[in-house]
Nanobody
Framework: QVLLVESGGGLVQVGGSLRLSCAAS????????MGWFRQAPGKERDFVAG???????YYADSVKDRFAISRDSTKNTVYLQMNSLKPEDTAVYYC????????????????WGQGTQVTVSS
């Protein structure tokens, strides 16, 4: 069992930055692939970024060069640094984990956090 708790969301102006954190509890965190997804009102939950157990990173085209995912296995925490935020980045952001390799598919993830709201005002 893995429990995930996100934090760091909030209200930010266009062009601003936020860093989301996802604290994980449970064994063998370092062996889990981690992902960030987001869901805007009335839309599906979409992949944002992922990081493998070995540190390989993957991004959605819409956030490439603006967002950065990282992990600190000593703290069982994964981060999402979000820069140059746009109004279309407004969504609830979810952290997710799965055993094994990274995936962009929502259905491949076994564990989910409760989400944290990010609102970008223009």
């Amino acid at each position: 069992q893995v429990l995930l708790v996100e934090s760091g969301g909030g209200l930010v102006q266009v062009g601003g930055s936020l860093r989301l954190s996802c604290a994980a509890s449970g064994r063998d965190f370092s062996m889990y692939a981690m992902g960030w997804f987001r869901q805007a009102p009335g839309k599906e939950r979409d992949f944002v970024a992922g990081i493998s157990w070995s540190g390989g990173t993957y991004y959605a085209d819409s956030v490439k060069d603006r967002f950065a995912i990282s992990r600190d296995s000593t703290k069982n925490t994964v981060y999402l640094q979000m820069n140059s935020l746009k109004p279309e980045d407004t969504a609830v952001y979810y952290c997710a984990s799965r055993w094994g390799s990274t995936s962009k598919r929502l259905s491949d993830y076994n564990y989910w956090g409760q989400g944290t709201q990010v609102t970008v005002s223009s």
